[in-house]
């Protein structure tokens, strides 16, 4: 939890606005993304995921979007709520049928009320 | 349904020490791993294993073994403890390979 969130970029947002949170990717081969949320003391929860052949996928309040030529994932949340507050990790999937998730450093997301 | 469940959720080692990680889920999961989380590096896979009796090495596996002798458990061993294993563990499952794994909520160890 605590020790998470030292030296990570920060997005401080409003209650009520729109987040959006960036990763890039460093493998063209990669065929799968995802999004972990993890609050404090809290182990990683899955938040949506999404294939290399999507460039758009919706969930609740959440949409990923992919950009393949540019190497860039990013997560948007709709209508940030306190509850959002967390460190939001990607992860790739560096080709079909790897058994590992190569994960990035983390974006700290601070809720403003 | 429990989950992912890990302990113990807090372990203080001396150097050289050994000791268990315990790491169980009731979700049928084929698939587990272990993941070490240091501040500022993300998660980093130790080892991970595809079904009961397969294991394979991940990013960072020395220093750590595993076996995996039931679908449920998957204990990560570390054989003599040095201060740069102090970190948070987390152990995750899916039913899917690699795909959306459910982690549980850590042990945080500190080897002094």
């Known amino acids: 939890g605590e020790s998470v969130g030292l030296h990570l970029p920060t997005l401080s947002v409003q209650e009520g606005d729109n987040s959006i949170i960036n990763c890039a990717y460093s493998?063209?081969?990669?065929?799968?993304f995802i999004w972990y949320k993890q609050e404090s003391g809290k182990g990683p929860q899955f938040i949506i995921d999404i294939r290399s052949n999507m460039d758009k996928r919706q969930g609740q309040r959440v949409t990923v979007l992919l950009n393949k030529t540019v190497k860039h994932l990013s997560l948007q949340i709709a209508a940030t709520q306190p509850g959002d507050s967390a460190v939001y990790f990607c992860?790739?999937?560096?080709?079909?049928?790897?058994?590992?998730?190569?994960f990035g450093k983390g974006n700290q997301v601070v809720v403003i009320p | 349904n429990a989950g992912v469940t890990q302990t113990p959720k807090f372990q203080v080692l001396k150097t050289g020490q050994s000791m268990t990680l315990q790491c169980a889920q009731d979700m049928n999961h084929e698939y587990m791993s272990w993941y070490r989380q240091d501040p500022g590096m993300g998660l980093r896979l130790i080892h991970y294993?595809?079904?009961?009796?397969?294991?394979d090495q991940g990013e960072v596996p020395n220093g750590y073994n595993v076996s995996r002798s039931t679908t449920e458990d998957f204990p990560l061993r570390l054989l003599s403890a040095a201060p740069s294993q102090t970190s948070v563990y987390f152990c995750?499952?899916?039913?899917?390979?690699?795909?959306?794994?459910?982690f549980g909520p850590g042990t945080r160890l500190t080897v002094t």
């Open positions: 992860a790739e999937n560096p080709s079909y049928g790897n058994n590992r998730l190569a």
């Open positions: 294993s595809v079904g009961a009796g397969i294991t």
């Open positions: 493998n063209s081969a990669s065929d799968y």
């Open positions: 995750a499952s899916s039913y899917n390979g690699a795909y959306e794994q459910y």
